[in-house]
Nanobody
Framework: QVQLVESGGGSVQAGGSLRLSCAASTSTFSDYAITWFRQAPGKEREFVAGISRSGSFINDADAVEGRVTISRDAAKNTVYLQMNSLKPEDTAVYYC????????????????????WGKGTLVTVSS
């Protein structure tokens, strides 16, 4: 069982930045691809950005392209999501999720492909 804990959410004005963290409680962190999703009120959960278990491959959604950077720190068992130039439409609960992948370079971008989920952290962007 893997526990994922998100932190770093908060309230910011449009144009601001936040760095979200996803800390994993596992000794086999390198076995897991990690992906960030978000869910706004009344909307479905959607893909934001993902990183392979090797850290060499990343993918991000069109809605955030150029504004987010995903990275992982193996020594800290943590994945980060740096978000810049935030917009009111970025307001959502942000979740990190993990899954084992057979290859080191796979990035998982679908909700159904994840095995473990954190409880989420709220990001609110005001105009």
């Amino acid at each position: 069982q893997v526990q994922l804990v998100e932190s770093g959410g908060g309230s910011v004005q449009a144009g601001g930045s936040l760095r979200l963290s996803c800390a994993a409680s596992t000794s086999t962190f390198s076995d897991y691809a990690i992906t960030w999703f978000r869910q706004a009120p009344g909307k479905e959960r959607e893909f934001v950005a993902g990183i392979s278990r090797s850290g060499s491959f990343i993918n991000d959604a069109d809605a955030v392209e150029g504004r987010v950077t995903i990275s992982r720190d193996a020594a800290k068992n943590t994945v980060y999501l740096q978000m810049n130039s935030l917009k009111p439409e970025d307001t959502a609960v942000y979740y990190c999720a993990g899954t084992r992948t057979p290859g080191p370079n796979s990035v998982v971008t679908v909700v159904g492909g994840m095995d473990y989920w954190g409880k989420g952290t709220l990001v609110t962007v005001s105009s």
